[in-house]
């Protein structure tokens, strides 16, 4: 049984009294139960040549501890061990605070998660007023100058000149109507995630010049409305940093379902980018599209390089897995 020699400090942290002979064994027992095992793995890894770096918890008299541990070992030139040396190191206050952290960052994606839905209920809402509603209006209103147009302008032609002016500042008025409700709720989302992204795709390419490949498949996906309205959302802040930032005159956009996920990928030819500079930017961007995936329970990840293009790729899993407040 190996024997330990503990300073006065480690014998404090383990609560044994000072001088107490000491075993591996009795260091094992000390080990929380639930991470002996791991403990036990790493220190017979170490005897192999592993590096012994770990963190895990003790009980002390019923009390919870943390310790980072850490050793370097020696062997002789036939490789067997001969001892080591190493220091033992009480975090359990560090690990109380990045319990707080995680806590607190927790609560702010659940509050994320709760405002995102809210703000897509609203544009829904909003959508569909301005588009049921003051479009209807519009389009009665047209319907009554025209009927204007032919009871009184027949013969008039200056009548006839103002009535035609203002029809077409009308009908100018309609299509910036369908643009807004567009804008905040595209109608093809009801059909599905493909023909919304089919669409936003397309819309993307007429403005902006810049050819897009759209790969997914055949049948469509079954996605929740949730899902898909962050996918949508992921897709159009791509492609609006795509036209800000790459330079890029081409986008490729592929999505699909793979072992339980949902795929998603948009990648551009562009400039590209240093993407362990852009973690250390405020890229609100970058941080929304990251946030709507873990929301869904998923993962972003960005890849990009100097002059070879940008690479978002996004998996969600199929499973509904929510922030739920």
């Excluded at 949730?226 to 790459?246: D, G, W």
């Excluded at 990648?267 to 890229?283: C, H, I, L, V, Y």
């Excluded at 946030?291 to 869904?296: G, W």
Aim: glycine letters at 6%.
């Amino acid at each position: 049984m190996s024997t330990l020699h503990w300073s006065d400090e480690n014998y404090r942290i383990f609560g044994t009294p000072a001088g107490t002979a000491v075993t591996y064994r009795h260091f094992l027992d000390c080990v929380h139960p639930e991470d002996r095992n791991f403990v036990d793995t790493a220190w017979q890894a170490a005897m192999k040549g592993a590096i012994f770096d770990i963190q895990h918890r003790i009980l002390v008299n019923g009390q919870l501890k943390w310790l980072r541990e850490r050793a370097e070992l020696d062997f002789d030139s036939q490789g067997r061990f001969l001892r080591a040396v190493g220091t033992s190191q009480d975090i359990t206050e560090l690990k109380e605070i990045e319990r707080d952290l995680e806590h607190s960052r927790s609560r702010l994606r659940l509050l994320y998660a709760r405002r995102e839905k809210a703000r897509e209920e609203e544009r829904k809402r909003i959508a569909r007023e301005v588009h049921d509603e003051l479009g209807q209006m519009l389009t009665a209103l047209r319907m009554q100058i025209s009927l204007m147009r032919l009871r009184f302008a027949d013969g008039n032609a200056e009548l006839a000149a103002k009535i035609q002016d203002t029809m077409v500042l009308l009908d100018k008025t309609i299509e910036v109507t369908r643009d807004v409700a567009t804008s905040l709720r595209p109608s093809a989302i009801e059909m599905g995630i493909v023909p919304a992204l089919e669409w936003q795709i397309k819309k993307f390419s007429d403005q902006s010049g810049i050819a897009c490949d759209f790969i997914h498949p055949e049948n469509g996906l079954d996605m929740d409305e949730e899902c898909a309205m962050a996918v949508f959302r992921i897709v159009q802040e791509s492609l609006t940093n795509v036209l800000k930032h790459s330079a890029a005159d081409k986008v490729k956009i592929s999505i699909g379902i793979e072992a339980g996920h949902y795929c998603l990928e948009i990648f551009d030819n562009g400039r590209g980018f240093d993407a362990s500079d852009a973690r250390k930017t405020q890229s609100f961007g970058l941080i929304g599209i990251q946030e709507r995936s873990i929301m869904l329970g998923g993962a972003t990840e960005i890849l990009g390089s100097p002059e070879a293009g940008t690479a978002v790729r996004v998996r969600i899993p199929a499973a509904p897995n929510r922030y739920v407040l």
